[in-house]
């Protein structure tokens, strides 16, 4: 089963508070990010259809939370910590 490591990607994709490494794993792009302060990427995606990134999203967000903006609204994903105090 193929694997991608953020320390085994040589080149880094860097912006104003933004720095993603990228991997191909099968028919996936894998990217590890991490976003200093918050951004708004819309702008990017001007000339796609709907204005929009037209790829699906899976991933886990591991500190504050990522808002995708999509034709059919907003969907906001954010890290949930659960109380493990008496387990």
Same mark, same amino acid.
């Not at 694997?3 to 993603?20: L, R």
């Not at 708004?40 to 990134?53: E, H, I, K, N, S």
């Given at each position: 089963? @193929? #694997? &991608?490591?953020?320390?085994? $990607? *040589?080149?880094?994709?860097?912006? @104003?508070?933004?720095?993603?490494?990228? &991997?191909?794993? !099968?028919?996936? /792009?894998?990217?590890?990010?991490?976003?200093? *302060?918050?951004?708004?990427? /819309? @702008? !990017?995606?001007?000339? !796609? @259809?709907?204005? &929009?990134?037209?790829?699906?999203?899976?991933?886990?967000?591991? #500190?504050?939370? $990522?808002?995708? #903006?999509? &034709? #059919?609204?907003?969907?906001?994903?954010? $890290?949930?910590?659960?109380?493990?105090?008496?387990?």
């Amino acid at each position: 089963m @193929p #694997k &991608a490591n953020k320390n085994d $990607i *040589a080149e880094p994709v860097t912006g @104003p508070g933004f720095e993603g490494r990228y &991997a191909e794993l !099968l028919e996936y /792009t894998v990217g590890f990010e991490t976003h200093e *302060a918050e951004s708004d990427l /819309t @702008p !990017l995606f001007v000339g !796609l @259809p709907d204005d &929009a990134c037209q790829c699906g999203h899976l991933g886990y967000v591991l #500190k504050g939370s $990522i808002t995708y #903006k999509t &034709a #059919k609204g907003d969907e906001t994903m954010s $890290i949930v910590v659960n109380n493990l105090e008496g387990m």
